[in-house]
């Protein structure tokens, strides 16, 4: 996978968390409704960064994206809730990141 595409996908994924925290802020927390905002500025960042990442397919792009999303969720869990992820979960982030780099590394024919 190129720089640029492994960029886009944790640029995306810290963008996404941001943007669906400013709902749940909202929503959960009793946060003003101005958090909305940047909450949206951030989804459309999200969005346009996933176009930039490598791939033929966009549907290829967003499934591996997947496993990107899932470790840096368990991030924000641990650095921005205070919540430090189990074994479970650290295990279950294996296993999707083992997922997303057979979809990312698998060879690829020209007829795909």
Do not use: H, K
């Amino acid at each position: 996978m190129a720089a640029t595409s492994l960029a886009a996908y944790v640029g995306a994924a810290l963008a996404e968390i941001a943007g669906c925290f400013a709902f749940w802020a909202w929503l959960r927390l009793n946060a003003s409704p101005w958090y909305l905002v940047p909450g949206v500025a951030s989804l459309l960042v999200f969005a346009y960064l996933l176009t930039l990442v490598d791939s033929s397919a966009a549907g290829r792009a967003y499934a591996a994206y997947g496993g990107i999303y899932i470790v840096a969720s368990l991030c924000w869990l641990w650095l921005a809730e205070g919540v430090r992820p189990d074994r479970w979960d650290t295990i279950g982030a294996a296993l999707c990141l083992v997922g997303a780099a057979v979809i990312i590394f698998a060879p690829r024919y020209a007829s795909q």
